[in-house]
């Protein structure tokens, strides 16, 4: 079967740095998502890897690698705003996303 | 810019009624897809839309049913209600099979 894997919850503290991991075992590969959800919110858009690396944009940076089906988001200098879930999601061979249950960071002073 | 609405944002619904949650979009995306999501679960998709015209069951299909009439509305419709259709529905688009979702607010049902 398929599945995306990441931790349940997270506790952080603010102006610190956290990483949140999301392993995968998918059916073929079409690109990672993650999205940041905040509580009684829609899920929004973060960032999107298809190739190994790093994608950086501002204080959050995504990276993939995919022969360890493996990724994490890099969330710096920590804001209080920055508490919310982060939901992993990667397109498998047919297109269809496939979503992690999501991980609640928690952000302390 | 309102891009996806959903329409009631909370509903309570007695188990056998039939509900339908409004979903409509101004971005002129192709695709659209409805989500339900629960409480330590992911995403799971109901059914989705790749084209007005054109639907197609998810992974968790039973029970609901979609139209895609024209390229801006995509509701879903539950026929009859039963308990384990409580959750948060969420409407989604994108302007490809393979590009970024963008949601709508959600829609709290509740079937007693």
């Known amino acids: 079967g398929q599945n995306i894997d990441q931790p349940t919850e997270m506790t952080a503290t603010e102006g610190a740095i956290v990483q949140i991991n999301c392993t995968y075992q998918?059916?073929?590969?079409?690109?990672l998502f993650w999205y940041q959800q905040h509580a009684g919110e829609a899920p929004t858009f973060l960032s999107y890897n298809v190739l190994d690396g790093l994608e950086e944009k501002g204080r959050f940076s995504s990276f993939l690698s995919r022969s360890k089906g493996y990724s994490y988001l890099l969330l710096k200098e920590l804001q209080m705003k920055d508490s919310a879930s982060y939901l992993c999601?990667?397109?498998?061979?047919?297109?269809?996303?496939?979503w992690g249950a999501g991980t609640k960071l928690i952000i302390k002073p | 810019t309102a891009g996806i609405t959903q329409a009631p944002t909370s509903q309570i619904l007695a188990a056998g009624r039939s509900m339908t949650l409004r979903c409509t979009q101004d971005?002129?995306?192709?695709?659209m897809y409805w989500y339900r999501q629960d409480l330590g679960l992911g995403l799971r998709l109901i059914h989705y839309?790749?084209?007005?015209?054109?639907?197609g069951k998810g992974e968790v299909p039973d029970g609901y049913s979609v139209s895609r009439a024209n390229t801006d509305d995509f509701p879903l419709t539950l026929a009859s209600a039963v308990p384990s259709q409580t959750s948060v529905y969420f409407c989604?688009?994108?302007?490809?099979?393979?590009?970024?979702?963008?949601f709508g607010e959600g829609s709290r049902l509740t079937v007693l």
């Open positions: 971005m002129r995306h192709n695709a």
């Open positions: 998918t059916s073929g590969f079409n690109g």
């Open positions: 999601a990667v397109r498998d061979g047919n297109y269809q996303l496939i």
């Open positions: 839309s790749n084209t007005a015209g054109t639907t």
């Open positions: 989604a688009s994108s302007d490809s099979p393979t590009g970024e979702l963008f």
